[in-house]
């Protein structure tokens, strides 16, 4: 069995996407998935772009310097999920031009790959997703009732998203990822496959408010990321993986910290 630091970890870096951690999200299955085998880091900023990426990444990825000094998890994999706020429409806060969208993806990449970056990280494999589409009247809807929820002042909001626009996010994205040589899920195609087509009344069981994804949603997304993952790196297959800590029928009751010093036996996952 493959074996791994106590402290390493996955992190998942991204936007309201990666930032939910309700039952069936996608840090919550990762979580349950690797359970005793690599802590699940959630690095999820509702609202982000990838414009605000790259500053936010040079707080939360530990910087070589102190990673080397045995300081801090080593981050086996990296997830980066941004495009869902960047594909907003012009004129909105949060829109990033697609040109400059790609650049920022390869700048966060090259802060992880470039050995000049102070967050080199080589062991660190870099996995992008694309963002899946939007039903544009189902997100409206949602956006016009907060609005009415909230008593919120000014004009009620107005149409911001279109399916068609993003879905060029989504394809540029798997754009950079072959560009720069890293690993990509093309969640965006994965999503359409699943529901049988773009067809809003085909995708609604996947979000509930038009952009934001149910626990099914998820779990399409879980299953192309953990088949990739395996299939890829099967080392960091959790059923491959040593559990941290032995397994309590492995605690010899005489002498219970020899255990603790790694003398254990290997035991087949599951095993009770």
Known sequence: MASAAYTDCILLFGDSLTQAWSPGS???RMAEHYLRRLDIVNRGYGGYNSDWASPVFEQI???????????????RIITIWFGANDAVLPGQRQHVPLERYKTNLSKLISLIRSPASEWYSPQTKIILIN???????AWHLSSLQK??????????????????????????????????????????????????????ERLAPFFYDGLHLTAEGYKVLFEALKG?????????????????????????????????EGVRRRRLIGEL
């Open 228 to 260: 990739f993952i395996n299939s890829k790196y099967p080392e960091l297959n959790p059923e491959t993986m040593e559990m941290r800590m032995p397994h309590w029928a492995d605690v010899e009751l005489d002498a219970p910290e020899k255990a603790f």
């Open 26 to 28: 996608l840090a919550q």
């Open 147 to 200: 609005w009415r929820d909230f008593g919120s002042k000014g004009d009620p909001p107005t149409p911001n998203r279109d399916r068609r626009v993003t879905k060029q996010y989504a394809e540029a994205c798997v754009e950079v990822a072959k560009a720069e040589g890293v690993d990509v899920i093309d969640f965006w195609n994965t999503l359409v496959q699943r529901a049988g087509g773009e067809e809003p």
């Open 61 to 75: 990825f530990t910087k070589a310097s102190v990673r080397e000094a045995g300081q801090s998890q080593a981050v």
């Open 131 to 137: 963002p899946p589409p939007v039903i544009e009247t």
